[in-house]
């Protein structure tokens, strides 16, 4: 199945999570065109100079980031970091975590839930 940029399913959530600002996600494929049936979320996020997605937990669950444009600061569990394009998180299995666009660059970020 191909998908061009741009024509992908859009959705905006005010304050994500209880995190601040506005952030975008670009559904890449909903989890009913997988062959599978664990793929909760496949999304390419746009989360622009001071918003975030707020600190929650995912049980039963793995979410997989790769950093693909801007800077970020992450939380995971007990670790905070600072990330770039390039890097990856992959958080889950009741842990908490949270992401925030830092700088003046718009944040770029390949999501991926999958559920076990």
Do not use: W
């Amino acid at each position: 199945m191909i998908r061009k940029f741009g024509s992908f399913d859009v959705e905006r959530r005010e304050q994500m999570r209880g995190g601040p600002g506005t952030v975008t996600l670009e559904h890449l494929f909903h989890k009913d065109e997988f062959g599978g049936e664990h793929v909760r979320l496949c999304a390419r996020l746009v989360i622009p100079p001071g918003s975030g997605i707020g600190p929650h937990e995912h049980d039963e669950e793995d979410e997989f980031f790769l950093i693909l444009r801007g800077r970020a600061i992450v939380q995971d569990n007990e670790t905070t970091a600072e990330l770039g394009p390039g890097d990856t998180l992959l958080t889950g299995r009741g842990g908490s975590h949270s992401i925030t666009c830092k700088g003046n660059e718009t944040l770029e970020v390949l999501a991926f839930i999958v559920t076990y």
